[in-house]
């Protein structure tokens, strides 16, 4: 590995920059905070950056007492991880630090917080503080719209089967009957059905006027959820038309982002967004500070129901908002009030919903969906997703060598490439999905065309290197050469070509995360034009009108979430990667309803199923929840 080395750096925050932890910018924000205030204790100083480059990769704070063992630099090389590094004595650490001008005070406040050895910037500081206060706020302040016996004819009428749909019936009452609400689970257990069931009991409960807004973090998100809601509409008549209705945004458009801005947002504190329910999907990738954003944007007697999968990857930036409110090991035990609540609403609980915990408003608000629909409950992918989950490593190594239908592991080295029956399999798992695309695309069939297209996808932990993205799509394009036909075009686009959106563009309602195929208008060869699905009838777009796109044929993991295909390809991380998590795996298999067929060694499948990502936050604990495992921390996010 090559390390870029600040050229002004010297002493720790050198040592630690030529050993691959910290990069350039980390030790330039370190320095320049030490001007302002005078420090020069090069101790303080590495804390500062180790501090900044936690933060950039996803944590909110950082330990001193163990950052020894939780810091690695960030290398696919198993060397690199063994380099000696001249940490500060873990005794005198935090002493330094709180002695600091840094945390002690400056002109404009200090830039750091120090409680015991554990260290945020500032900002991340005070947004954990408002987000916990928000949350714990409102979730006890129970609304008492709602008769719970009323509620109970609704949810008679929507789940008139016992058994099947008991998991959602009691979402759908909590939720209800909740200021803020948490409807957790995992891919294909029927969050967006949930979410339209809501929906339908809150308009009969609270009336047609009753203002609803649906968001996510993203536009593919949004756009998704959309879809969902409206399809759900044929399940539900009487409410067609109030879910044909309603539309999504990404959660900055609903906020009123405002580039440059004092204020980034229209609506704040001073000015709370005009609905009476906001319903956030994939909450997962929601960071910590635009959680706080949304909680200050919301009236005092607004709804909040955040929708998502707690074990999948998290957002970008940092925090784990969803991770921290769902407790991976119990769900809270029912105060009384609001278990006579929702037994009038339910008729009664089952015995094993709520574990015997010690109650709090917030954590009894929240529900995890445990029935499976997207692929076979107790088929082997939805047996290799609970062990995941689980963290049983040596069994999921097992079921993968035992070779269950629908899921072939080959084993490969991480030192060695991919060749032989592996490369061989991957390349027949690419050309059979993408050669069946580009004849309908050659044919102007865009429907058929988005269906091959979506039946099939190669993921990747990384972006680069031997089992990241581009190498592997260079791959593809020598593969599907002789079936292209893109030299006869100036541009390179061919019919067939699968796109990939890199930019929201409101004007073509196409957004980050897209995905969509090149087609030959009215089966012409060079009158091309670009499909995409935006449900229903698929879209057409002249070339000309796309905006940023990529040709795509593998994405990351990170992009995929939300996603669903019948089958992927996975290029596992080494298991040297930083990549290499519990949450990478799970992720990237959950994605398939059908089959999944994986690349990589053992090493790293141990690896991944044994390292939850290690988010550092202080938010599970202002909750009132365990603080989670800790583990060492050499988990990044590469999107």
């Known amino acids: 590995m090559t390390a870029l080395i600040p050229v002004r750096a010297d002493g720790l925050l050198a040592s630690f920059a030529e050993a691959g932890v910290l990069a350039p910018a980390d030790v330039h924000v370190a320095q320049r905070l030490g001007a302002l205030v005078g420090e020069t204790d090069e101790r303080v100083l590495l804390a500062t950056a180790l501090t900044v480059r936690g933060t950039r990769q996803g944590s909110v704070v950082l330990d001193l007492a163990d950052a020894a063992e939780a810091v690695a630099p960030d290398s ?6 063994d380099v000696e590094l001249p940490w500060p004595a873990a005794a005198d650490w935090p002493a330094a630090c709180a002695a600091s001008p840094l945390v002690t005070g ?35 302040d129970r609304p008492h719209d709602i008769d719970p016996s009323a509620l109970r004819g609704d949810l008679d009428a929507l789940f008139p089967a016992s058994g099947t749909g008991d998991d959602q019936r009691l979402a759908v009452a909590v939720a209800a009957l909740s200021r803020v609400a948490v409807i957790a689970g995992g891919p294909g257990t029927g969050k967006t059905t949930t979410v339209a069931q809501l929906i339908a009991v809150l308009r009969r409960r609270l009336g047609p006027s009753l203002r609803i807004a649906l968001a996510a973090p993203t536009g593919k998100a949004a756009a998704r959820l959309e879809e969902a809601v409206h399809a759900a509409a044929a399940r539900l008549p009487a409410d067609a038309d109030t879910l044909r209705a309603l539309s999504a945004s990404t959660v900055h458009r609903l906020l009123g982002w405002r580039p440059g801005a004092a204020s980034r947002f ?33 009236g005092p007697a607004t709804r909040l129901v955040l929708v998502g999968d707690p074990d999948q990857l998290a ?17 809270a035990a029912l105060t009384a009030g609001f278990r006579a609540a929702l037994a009038a609403a339910t008729d009664g609980l089952p015995d094993d919903t709520r574990p015997d915990a010690p109650a709090a408003p917030l954590r009894e608000s929240v529900v995890r969906l445990r029935t499976v629909h997207r692929f076979d409950a107790g088929g082997p992918i939805a047996q290799l997703a609970a062990l995941v989950r689980a963290g049983a490593a040596d069994d999921a190594l097992a079921l993968l060598r035992s070779g269950p239908p629908g899921v072939v592991f080959h084993e490969v080295a991480d030192d060695e490439p991919v060749t032989g029956p592996a490369l061989a399999a991957v390349q027949v798992a690419v050309t059979g999905h993408e050669r069946a695309a580009i004849a309908a695309a050659r044919a102007g069939d865009a429907e058929r065309a988005l269906d091959a297209l979506e039946r099939h996808r190669v993921l990747c932990a990384h972006r680069a290197g031997p089992r990241g993205v581009r190498h592997w799509s260079e791959l593809a394009d020598r593969w599907l050469a002789p079936d292209l036909d893109a030299a006869a075009r100036g541009d390179g686009h061919y ?12 004007e073509t309602g196409l957004y980050n995360g897209d995905t969509g195929i090149v ?53 596992l991380p080494f298991a040297a990667s930083p990549l290499a998590t ?21 090493e790293s499948v141990l690896t991944c199923v044994r390292r939850p990502i290690a988010r550092a936050t202080g938010l599970r604990e202002r909750l009132g929840t365990p603080p989670a495992p800790t583990t060492t921390g050499r988990a990044t996010l590469d999107g």
């Open 266 to 298: 229209r609506h704040d504190r001073d000015n709370h967004l005009p609905y009476d329910v906001v319903i956030v999907d994939e909450s997962s990738m929601v960071s910590l500070t635009l959680m706080a954003r949304l909680l200050e944007a919301l």
């Open 495 to 506: 019919a067939g070509q699968p796109l990939l959106v890199t930019e929201n563009d409101y």
């Open 106 to 140: 400056s002109a404009g406040g200090p830039p750091l917080h120090l409680v015991g050895s554990r260290l945020w910037l500032d900002r991340y500081w005070q947004q954990e503080v408002q987000v916990a206060e928000d949350l714990l706020r409102r979730s006890a």
């Open 76 to 81: 696919d090389d198993a060397a690199d991880l």
């Open 519 to 571: 087609i030959a208008r009215g089966g012409a060869g060079d009158d091309l034009a670009a499909a995409f699905r935006r449900g229903g009838a698929p879209v057409v777009l002249p070339l000309v009108r796309l905006g940023e796109v990529r040709p795509l044929h593998v994405m990351t993991v990170h992009r995929a979430q939300g996603s669903q295909f019948d089958d992927v390809t996975v290029l």
């Open 582 to 602: 519990r949450q990478t795996f799970y992720t990237a298999v959950t994605r398939a309803a059908r089959g999944v067929l994986l690349v990589g060694s053992a």
């Open 315 to 331: 957002s970008v930036e940092a925090g784990a908002v969803l991770g921290d409110l769902v407790d991976p090991y119990d769900e």
